[in-house]
């Protein structure tokens, strides 16, 4: 095994020490080079395949990190993924070239459920309206609605789900939940109603994602669930793009089914000028934004770079998927 201060890594996380700048100096400090991402942008294959060959460890965003990636490393020990989603990643491959892939499970759930909040605020309060008009010199008298005795549904009752209905005790509303995995311990101690996928759209005034992207939750949000959604209610995604169809949630809006969205995550990132969602005024799409506090910032990135050190000096990692 190469000496850890013999090492390169790559960095394609963007946000990799944005809030501490002394994890960046730990790692240059302990590796003989580190190449960071200067795009912006999570990288395609094509683009890790000519970064990989003399690479060590890499700390990862949401890159294309499949099969010809993967084989392209001949060095490549770990896969430090910068955030919790390992779908990105071929883990079957991984496992085949013998590298080790790690995430950093719950650094981020505590941002993320905040941002679910505020965007559930900002679809029901017109915020966003109020402050641009009166900017200009308006006075609008615009309507909103209060969640105090509204039912919101999470799909999904993990680790950010649970802090969403921990923030939302205070509201005075109903909280319902579905989850293959129940925490009915959880749910009673916290005063959520635990229902099936079917109820929950039907009687919710809220529906927010939160579940993985599994093979079970690609485009789970398609035609037939947003007819099963209540007339007038909103849905919010603070997860991944891959669960929802686009296509089918645009026919929702513009039919008035729905009476509005809030995107974190699209199907493509970024979306594009051309995504007609971004056109609807009763959309309100952020740019994948939840986990980018520095609280959140800064766990992921102590916990990923302490996973990709690790394997690079022959140690165990603590978050090991593969």
């Known amino acids: 095994m190469k000496p850890l201060n013999e090492c390169h890594v790559l960095v394609t996380s963007t946000s990799f020490g944005r809030f501490d700048p002394r994890q960046k100096v730990e ?8 190449t960071y991402n200067e795009s912006g942008k999570p990288l395609t294959s094509v683009q890790l395949q000519e970064l990989l060959p003399d690479v060590d460890g890499y700390i990862a965003g949401l890159d294309e990190i499949d099969a010809a990636a993967l084989a392209a490393g001949p060095n490549l020990q770990v896969v430090a993924r910068y955030g919790v989603g390992i779908n990105n990643v071929d883990l079957a491959a991984a496992q085949a070239c013998g590298i080790v892939v790690t995430n950093t499970p ?27 008009q009166t900017r200009l010199g308006g ?58 996928l079917t109820e929950l759209l039907a009687q919710a005034d809220i529906v927010s994602l939160h579940v993985p992207v599994l093979p079970a939750t690609i485009n789970m949000v398609d035609g037939h ?10 849905l919010i995604n603070t997860s991944r793009g891959e669960l929802v169809d686009e296509a089918a949630l645009l026919a929702a809006l513009t039919s008035g089914h729905l009476a509005g969205a809030a995107l974190d995550a699209f199907q493509q990132e970024p979306p594009g000028a051309d995504n007609a969602l971004l056109a609807l005024p009763q959309v309100i799409p952020t740019p994948h934004m ?33």
């Open 290 to 322: 939840g986990a980018h506090t520095d609280d959140a910032t800064n766990a992921m990135g102590r916990m990923a770079l302490a996973d990709c050190l690790a394997v690079l000096r022959g140690e165990m990692p603590k978050y090991r998927v593969v």
């Open 106 to 132: 719950g650094a981020n759930s505590a941002s993320v459920a905040e941002l679910t909040v505020l965007l559930m605020l900002s679809l029901v309060r017109p915020v966003a309206t109020a402050v641009t």
């Open 225 to 234: 669930f947003l007819q099963q959604m209540k007339a007038g209610s909103y």
């Open 27 to 34: 790692l240059e400090t302990a590796v003989a080079r580190v």
């Open 139 to 196: 006075w609008p008298r615009l309507k909103g609605q209060s969640l105090v005795g509204k039912t919101v549904g999470l799909v999904g009752l993990g680790a950010i789900g649970k802090e969403v209905a921990r923030r939302l005790a205070g509201f005075d509303c109903t909280l319902l939940a579905f989850d293959v995995a129940t925490d009915a311990a959880f749910a009673t101690g916290h005063h959520v109603q635990l229902v099936s």
